[in-house]
């Protein structure tokens, strides 16, 4: 069975504290184009500019526990991948995953994410 026709996983949406400082970031560390709108938010394209994209906005709260959604990564080179983001401001986290092959980090406003090892490995 197959999905129905025409439909299609746009968007990614993460509420943050600071939407235009956080789209931004993600939109240098991940070299994809943004764009940002007259409200602040901010959309962050993949560089073929096909969903799903994400899409930062201002909520209310600041982050307190883990995530129960996040974002996993894949290059053909993890360990350049990681230094990357870490070199960006990205922070090492340890959520319990023990001696895994991904790497576990947090963006500048604490949501995890996943770095995770080539198809290739």
């Known amino acids: 069975m197959g999905l129905p026709v025409g439909l299609t996983l ?3 949406v993460i509420d943050c504290q600071d939407a235009s400082t956080l789209g931004r970031w993600w939109s240098e560390v991940l070299k994809w ?3 940002i709108d007259d409200d602040g938010f901010v ?3 993949q560089p073929d500019r096909h969903p799903p994209l994400l899409f930062f906005m ?3 709260d600041p982050k307190t526990v883990k995530n129960r959604l996040h974002l996993d990564f894949r290059d053909d080179d993890q ?3 990681v230094d990357r983001f870490l070199a960006h401001g990205a ?3 340890d959520i319990g995953q023990g ?3 991904w790497v576990v980090l947090a963006d500048p406003e604490g949501n995890e994410f996943c770095v995770l090892t080539s198809r290739a490995d």
Request: charged share 20%; hydrophobic share 35%; no cysteine.
């Open 43 to 45: 959309s962050v394209f």
């Open 79 to 81: 360990s350049a991948l």
């Open 33 to 35: 184009p943004h764009e």
């Open 58 to 60: 201002n909520g209310p």
């Open 99 to 101: 001696d895994s092959p």
């Open 10 to 12: 746009e968007a990614i």
């Open 91 to 93: 922070t090492r986290m």
